[in-house]
């Protein structure tokens, strides 16, 4: 029986293989999880009903078992007919997360466009599509490394 909040077999195993830099997206409901992924990248779906889960707890699972040295958010384009004012609701629940996990980091918005092409990267291993119904809930973590004590 494993100890690690996360159980999901098939995460676990895209995980235990990751190494430094590599990209893992937890998608929104509304990602086109399809055709934005990286060539070497395994898609999970997990949708189970509307918003159930979101972003959030997947995060919250991967960090119990994943170091993650980056998070990038999908930045707003003011422009976007979806913008919003200010930060979505959803990133203060990441960084609430992270700090739960001990983690003083800080989320990186990446535009739109230019964080579709860094999920279609080489480095990207795994997408876990979400039914979170929040706007602009992706996040792309990047894995950092097990520190010798750890």
């Known amino acids: 029986m494993l100890k690690t909040t996360l159980i999901h077999p098939d995460i676990l195993r895209v995980c235990a293989t990751a190494g430094h830099h590599s990209k893992i997206l937890i998608a929104d409901g509304n990602y086109p999880a399809a055709t934005k992924i990286g060539p070497r990248a395994e898609l999970v779906s997990l949708q189970l009903m509307p918003g159930i889960p979101t972003v959030a707890q997947v995060l919250d699972a991967i960090l119990s078992t994943v170091p993650i040295d ?3 958010t999908m930045g707003i384009d003011p422009s976007d007919e979806y913008a919003l004012q200010g930060d979505p ?4 629940e990441y960084r609430q997360i992270m700090a739960r996990h001990g983690i003083n980091r800080e989320l990186e ?3 739109k466009w230019d964080f579709y092409q860094s999920v279609q990267s ?3 291993i795994l997408t876990i599509q979400t039914a979170d119904q929040a706007l602009w809930a992706n996040l792309l973590l990047s894995v950092g490394v ?3 004590d750890a």
């Not at 609701?89 to 203060?92: E, G, S």
Request: proline share 19%.
């Open 89 to 92: 609701p959803a990133w203060q």
């Open 109 to 111: 918005p990446i535009v």
């Open 146 to 148: 097990r520190k010798p």
């Open 70 to 72: 980056v998070f990038n």
């Open 122 to 124: 080489d480095d990207h």
